[in-house]
Structure formats: C-alpha cells, structure tokens
C-alpha cells in the first residue's frame, strides 16, 4: 500500500510540478489511473517571500513546521517539499518535525551518483546557489558543484521570482 505523502508547498510552481509529478510516477508504478495518497499544505506565497526577503530563516523554517504539523494531523505519512530555496531552513526545525522528511538535495545527489555524474551546475533563487543546501549534500556523495557568477545569479533570481 503506498503511504500517504504531505507535500509542505511554498510556490504554487513548485508545488504544482511536485503534484503533477507525483500522479503521472504513480500510475506508472502502480497501474492506470494510480497514485500515493496526497495531501499539501501552503500559507500565501507573500508570507514567504516576505520572510526571504527578510532573511528570515527561523521564520521560514516555523511556516514550513506549521505546514508540516497540518499534514501530520491530516494522516501524511512522511514530507516533501518541492521548493529548493526554503530548504535552508530546514534546520531550524529539523528536530520538531512531526514526521520524516525527504530531502530535496539528498534525492538529487543519490540520483546524480546513480547516473555517474561527478559535478553539477547549481541554479535556482539568489538565495539557494547562495547557500549549502546542495553543496553540503553533493561533497558527501563525493560530487563537485559549480555556482552561476552573482551577475547571473541575481538576473536568474529575478526571473523565477518575478
């Protein structure tokens, strides 16, 4: 039986993506018209983007538990997010989730080592090719990384979040 899987949303991009993802995987797994139990849970995008352009990290991280403590209550089984970015918030709140998490960066450096890849190109907000989310994640699975120049990062920045 598939477990039920809580999807802690902050852009509707992502969270579409990750939904969309999710059922078209699932019926190839578990026969036509199959999928996972899914449950997500999202505040405004404005209260994160006002938290971001803040730096407001522990406060990130309590919208993102606040999402988690919902689908938990709802009956989820374990939590993913598909945003990128507030992933550096994470360990704000690690030790009080109310279920396990499946890491972003941890699902994609298994995949790039099963691939045979040794170095990935980073993109993504300012703030995540900014900071160690998968840098940390990568250099444990023996993988080098390169960043965007800060001119690019912030023209790259603009458009996903404009």
Known sequence: MPQHIGIVACSAEGAAL???TICA???QLLGPHAHPEISMHTPSFSNYAELLNSDDWRGVGELMLASAE???QIGADFLICPDNTIHQALPFIQNRLPLPWLHIADVVSDKAVERGFCCLGLTGTRWLVASEVYPEKLAA???KYVRPNEADRE???????D
Do not use: F, K, T
């Not at 023209?155 to 979040?161: L, N």
């Open 155 to 161: 023209e790259i920045s603009r458009i996903i979040m």
């Open 18 to 20: 990750c939904y969309r």
């Open 70 to 72: 919902n689908l938990a």
């Open 141 to 143: 699975s023996g993988l």
């Open 25 to 27: 995987d699932g019926a």
